[in-house]
């Protein structure tokens, strides 16, 4: 079955950088856009950012452009997403994201920015 399985979150001062992991199992990882998501307290589940099968970024979120990288490696099934110069507004549970008929969601990693 399909598992996705999110990593890296963590508390972190405004300015700071973090990066997420998404490991995935139970399909071929390397035939799939995956997405990253996310959801602050409150408020609805955002789109954050989407990568193509072979590895090309297919859009961001505004509000992240330029401060955030997706990227995967199909050799070992694993999305990253790389955070830089956070801000308090992008506190939040990420979420690791498969469309594939259903969509399927990993558990997510909090992510807080606060000093």
């Known amino acids: 079955q399909v598992q996705l399985v999110e990593s890296g979150g963590g508390l972190v001062q405004p300015g700071g950088s973090l990066r997420l992991s998404c490991a995935a199992s139970?399909?071929?990882?390397?035939?799939?856009?995956m997405r990253w998501y996310r959801q602050a307290p409150g408020k609805e589940r955002e789109l954050v950012a989407a990568?193509?099968?072979?590895?090309?970024?297919?859009n961001y979120a505004d509000s992240v452009k330029g401060r955030f990288t997706i990227s995967r490696d199909n050799t070992k099934n694993t999305m990253y997403l790389q955070m830089n110069s956070l801000k308090p507004e992008d506190t939040a549970v990420y979420y690791c994201?498969?469309?594939?008929?259903?969509?399927?969601w990993g558990r997510g990693t909090q992510v807080t920015v606060s000093s």
């Open positions: 994201n498969l469309l594939r008929g259903n969509n399927y």
């Open positions: 139970g399909f071929t990882f390397s035939n799939y856009v």
């Open positions: 990568i193509g099968s072979a590895g090309i970024a297919i």
